[in-house]
């Protein structure tokens, strides 16, 4: 028989009730936004990548060679999970692992030549995609994307500046 809990209708968190009407349709129609892009990126130059193993190979390109303890606090994600995404990189040949010179239980993973490659192809043709989707714009959508590029970057890089730390 199921619990309460069970049965009960999830909690709508959708809304949050410090934002007003307008904060949070911003919030619904941004996210939505940003999601409807990514996915039309993803498919219009495919890595061969999850979201989650592209995202880890261009944390590791950036902070590299990095700790895996480290990676998964930059990737907010369990230590068991990106282990399991950076050995299916290792398998691709897209990173691999470095025991540490002073203390081999520690193993850093580093990006090949061939997970570099892969993703400066992925990145230009996702960019070029993108300057095509912009192009299409009048010169007044492109001042205003570009006028909210700057806060944008805050929101997308505050969790990893704090993961960092």
Not at 23 to 28: G, H, S, Y
């Amino acid at each position: 028989m199921p619990s309460d809990a069970d049965t009960r209708p999830a909690a709508d968190t959708s809304r949050d009730p410090a934002l007003d009407a307008d904060a949070q349709d911003l919030v619904a129609r941004l996210r939505m936004v940003m999601a409807r892009l990514a996915r039309q990126q993803r498919r219009s130059f495919p890595s061969g990548l999850t979201p989650s193993q592209t995202s880890a190979l261009i944390t590791i390109d950036h902070f590299g060679p990095i700790r895996l303890s480290d990676l998964a606090r930059l990737e907010a994600v369990a230590p068991p999970t990106i282990t399991r995404i950076v050995a299916k990189l290792e398998s691709d040949g897209l990173v691999e692992r470095q025991t540490d010179e002073n203390d081999r239980r520690i193993a850093r993973v580093t990006i090949t030549d061939e997970g570099h490659r892969r993703w400066e192809e992925t990145r230009d043709g996702r960019n070029r995609w993108l300057g095509r989707k912009l192009s299409s714009l009048g010169d007044d959508d492109v001042a205003a994307i570009l006028a909210a590029v700057e806060p944008l970057e805050r929101l997308a890089t505050a969790d990893a500046v704090d993961a960092a730390g």
